[in-house]
Structures are given as C-alpha cells and as structure tokens.
C-alpha cells in the first residue's frame, strides 16, 4: 500500500516537472494549458495584485517574473546585510534576486528547484544582471541540498502546495535554519472542500488550486516540524484574484471540471505567515 502511494506521489511530481519546464521554456504561467500568460494578464499585473511593488520588479532580471507566485514574501522577511537566504522552489529566480539585493555583496542566497528548465532561466539571469550573490541549485524541497544549521532565513513562493510530503519540507525547514532563523512563506491553504474533479485536474494542482491542505492540518505540520512562533501576515481570497486576473483560464478550469466560481471563491486562500526556529 505504501509503494502504491509513493508511487502516485513520484507521478505527480513527475508531471509537475514536466509542467514547470514547459512554463521555463515557453516563459508562460502555470494557469493552465496554453503557451500564454493567464487570460488577458501579464505575469506583472498578477504578481502586483498579491503585493509586489512595481518598482521591485523592474529591477528584476527582465524574465524572471513568470507571475507564478501566491503572495510576495520577500517583503515580510526583514532581510539583513550578510544574511544567507534560501528559496524554497526559486523558479526563473525572482524572490532570489530580490533578496539578493537586500543581503548585499557579503551575504548569499540559494535557490532550489528541481526542474533543470527553471534552473538553466534562473541561472542565466544571474548572469545576465552579474548576481555574484546567488546560485542555484537542483533538488527536491524533501531533501534539501543544503547543509544543517547554515541559513538565516528561508523563504518560498506557492511552492510547498505542489509537493506531496509537505511534512518532509516543514522538516527540512527546521533542519537547515540557524537556531533563531526565520522563514516566511506564502502558500495555498484550503478553508473548506473542492469539487473532487477541481482537485484530481492536473493543472489546477500546477496552478496551486488542487492539492492544496486544510488550514489547520497545514499549520499542524510546521508546529510538528518544531517551528513555533507562528503569524499570519497576510491572508486573501486567492479564487477571486485568479479570476480577476486570469478570467479566461479560470473559465476553462470550472468548464474542465464541471465547476462554477462558487466552488472556488473564499475556500482556496493564499496565505503569507511567518514562523521561528528556537534558539
């Protein structure tokens, strides 16, 4: 039974990847199917309506906003010069780069991603803007490559919905933080049930709809990870946002799954929350 399920696990990961590196290649978002931005909005327009600030993102590697994120968590971190930062699922590189900016020449951020697409972008837009602060590394958040007790603070954008294991990830948190490090995280948490046929859709799961935990079940995981300290910092209607936003993706998702917007609207939050190591 176990091996059946892990399996089933590998799979979706598998898919995931595959999704991802056709996103990093196409430099389009994970709303659905299409090689285009969600509906009529730019990967700007969506990563400003959850809190980044247009100034921010111009100064960002022209392509490494792919409008991929829930929230914008960089911002909530209080980031020091010297620090080292680790990115959870970095993607192109953005929350990377602007957290390099933050941490100045003395200190490093490290991102990790598994899909070797996202990793060659990211990779490239370091170059592009002379990143000497970042790098970037292949790995799953289960099994970080990163060593024990070595990071500040730590950091992830709509990533840890995607992975099956998400105690294996809060673990892998607590692990790699310094006594007393930080992380803040944005993620997608359920108040309340999807439609069966919106959870098994593969691309809601890519987008970050499907697959997502019970609040209280997510938050479970990171106290039982031994991270206390817990604050809600930010916490909206993430269904609404993508329909705003992306309206024409939104609408073949509900034709997709049989579904309406009110099956979707105030159950799929985005939440951005920050927790503490104990020191």
Not at 23 to 41: E, K, L, R, W
Not at 147 to 166: F, G
Not at 187 to 203: F, M, T
Request: charged share 20%; hydrophobic share 45%; glycine share 12%.
């Amino acid at each position: 039974m176990e091996s059946t399920v892990a399996s089933k696990e590998e799979a979706l990961v598998a898919k995931v990847r595959e999704k991802y590196g056709q996103i990093a290649s196409a430099g389009s978002t994970c709303c659905g199917p299409t090689a285009t931005t969600c509906g009529t909005a730019s990967a700007g327009v969506m990563s400003q309506s959850l809190g980044y600030e247009a100034g921010a993102l111009e100064a960002a590697p022209e392509g490494a906003d792919l409008g991929l994120g829930c929230g914008a968590p960089i911002g909530h971190l209080d980031l020091q010069p010297g620090e080292t930062v680790l990115d959870l699922g970095s993607g192109a590189g953005l929350d990377a780069f602007l957290a390099a900016q933050q941490v100045g020449e003395n200190g490093r951020v490290i991102g990790v991603d598994m899909t070797p697409e996202m990793l060659s972008r990211a990779r490239a837009n370091a170059q592009k803007i002379g990143a000497g602060n970042v790098e970037f590394r292949e790995g799953r958040l289960e099994a970080l490559p990163v060593a024990d007790a070595s990071v500040d603070a730590v950091t992830s954008n709509c990533v840890i919905n995607l992975v099956p294991d998400k105690a294996a990830v809060f673990r892998e948190i607590a692990r790699v933080l310094k006594p007393g490090g930080r992380l803040v995280i944005s993620d997608i948490i359920l108040d309340g049930r999807l439609p069966e046929a919106i959870e098994q859709d593969l691309y809601a799961y890519v987008g970050c709809v499907a697959g997502a935990l019970q609040r209280a079940a997510y938050f479970d995981l990171i106290e039982a990870a031994g991270l206390g300290l817990i604050e809600l910092l930010k916490d909206i209607d993430y269904g609404a946002v993508v329909m705003d936003t992306a309206p024409a993706e939104a609408q073949r998702l509900f034709e997709r799954a049989d579904a309406s917007q009110e099956d979707i609207v105030g159950r799929v939050r985005s939440v951005t929350f920050r927790a503490v190591k104990p020191a």
